[in-house]
């Protein structure tokens, strides 16, 4: 065996014991802000959280600040997401009048939901945590308002429920990460 392949062979070495270090440093960030998040709310999803959080590019590379501005962009691409899914659900032939109203209103809440998100973000990186508080709990709140515009109609089921609850938790997540900045 050469010199060269005995050092990359080292060297590959070296990497694999550095690396799971490296990663699980940056996980335990993730690990501890859900776990901590958890503790206080019985209705915050651990699971739903660190899956999340770990799913974001950057994520594992970042602190507690940097770890709440992907909690925002998560819920801005949430409900941006919702958005084209509304449109394309109005765009349906055949849609029940009654789904379509309650659509057509979500869709007026997710459109106002992601200028809202996107304000939020701007106001996180200038560290105004009380307006990005007011702009996120507005925007779980459409979330909430859309969903329960389908209770009110007997036997209406919303085809948005799985949306609209991944917008409150991942609201519920940047709210919680705010909180532990402060």
Avoid: W
Wanted: aromatic share 8%.
């Amino acid at each position: 065996m050469s010199f060269s392949s005995i050092i990359f062979l080292l060297s590959l070495l070296f990497l694999s014991m550095i690396f799971p270090l490296a990663t699980s440093c940056c996980t335990k960030l993730i690990d501890d802000t859900c776990k901590n998040a958890s503790h206080y709310d019985p209705n915050f999803s651990f699971r739903f959280c660190k899956t999340s959080l770990q799913a974001a590019p950057g994520s594992r590379c970042v602190n507690l600040r940097g770890l709440g501005l992907i909690g925002v962009r998560l819920h801005r691409d949430n409900a941006t997401d919702t958005r084209c899914y509304i449109r394309q659900l109005l765009g349906k032939k055949g849609l029940d009048p009654a789904v379509k109203i309650r659509l057509e209103d979500c869709l007026d809440m997710y459109i106002d939901g992601v200028d809202s998100l996107t304000q939020a973000i701007r106001e996180y990186r200038d560290g105004n945590y009380y307006n990005v508080n007011v702009l996120v709990s507005a925007v779980m709140t459409y979330s909430t308002t859309c969903e329960d515009s389908f209770k009110e109609m007997k036997g209406l089921v919303s085809p948005l429920t799985k949306q609209n609850d991944d917008a409150f938790r991942l609201g519920a997540i940047s709210l919680s990460i705010m909180n532990m900045q402060k």
